[in-house]
């Protein structure tokens, strides 16, 4: 298996613009999460999603984000409008239930 | 309110050393301890759990102590090298949940 796979690796944005961010969990997991990582805040819990269905989406920072998982293998992280504050690596992980999270390799956003 | 801290942000030790790092947690009630290793410009890799019934947990030249009265756990890598250098993050999982919180991290430098 390739691991989780998230799309882009990069991407540089204007303030105003729609961003979408690609994740492709590993095969046969049934949790997905999606992280944000800052230097200031650490790595926090965006959202995350059980069998595609979302459970948990009080870390969304507002209304701006939105995630959906419209299938076992692909969920999006939408921001719309993007903000330069928004500027962060974004993590998707996969997991089966009660072990370990496997991260894919993250998208470095930056909101200019 | 909760918190997740580890003990430094940075630490310097030699190389063959024990390095021991610590996280502390405040206002949780975990029902697993995670320990995950983070290369620059990757996304979290997963080491060990520990559950809240288990003391110790070893793999290899890891080990992880799991202390529900101090609200501590410790991890320790013997005889440090320096490809041991890395961002070290605790997480905790709490019953009933399925998501992680994750400490701000504690970049581990072992000099040669």
């Known amino acids: 298996d390739a691991g989780v796979i998230q799309s882009p690796r990069h991407e540089v944005t204007e303030m105003g613009q729609e961003v979408t961010l690609r994740c492709k969990p590993i095969?046969?997991?049934?949790?997905l999460f999606w992280y944000r990582q800052t230097m200031m805040r650490g790595l926090e819990l965006l959202i995350y999603f059980n069998n595609n269905v979302p459970i948990d989406d009080s870390g969304m920072p507002e209304d701006r984000f939105s995630a959906k998982m419209p299938n076992a293998s692909f969920s999006t992280l939408k921001i719309q409008p993007s903000e330069p504050r928004d500027s962060a690596v974004y993590f998707c992980a996969s997991a089966v239930h009660d072990n370990e999270q496997f991260f894919g390799p993250g998208t470095r956003l930056t909101v200019l | 309110s909760q918190k997740i801290e580890q003990n430094s942000e940075a630490l310097n030790i030699q190389e063959g050393k024990t390095a021991t790092l610590t996280c502390n947690y405040t206002?949780?009630?975990?029902?697993?301890l995670q320990w995950y290793r983070q290369d620059p410009g990757r996304g979290p890799v997963f080491l060990l759990l520990?559950?809240?019934?288990?003391k110790e947990k070893r793999k290899e030249r890891l080990k992880v102590t799991f202390d529900t009265t101090l609200k501590q756990s410790l991890f320790h890598i013997t005889a440090s090298q320096p490809a041991d250098s890395a961002t070290y993050l605790c997480a905790l999982e709490t019953a009933g949940a399925n998501n992680l919180f994750f400490g701000t991290g504690t970049r581990l430098t072992v000099i040669p």
């Open positions: 206002n949780y009630s975990p029902a697993y």
């Open positions: 520990i559950r809240e019934n288990e």
């Open positions: 095969s046969g997991h049934d949790y």
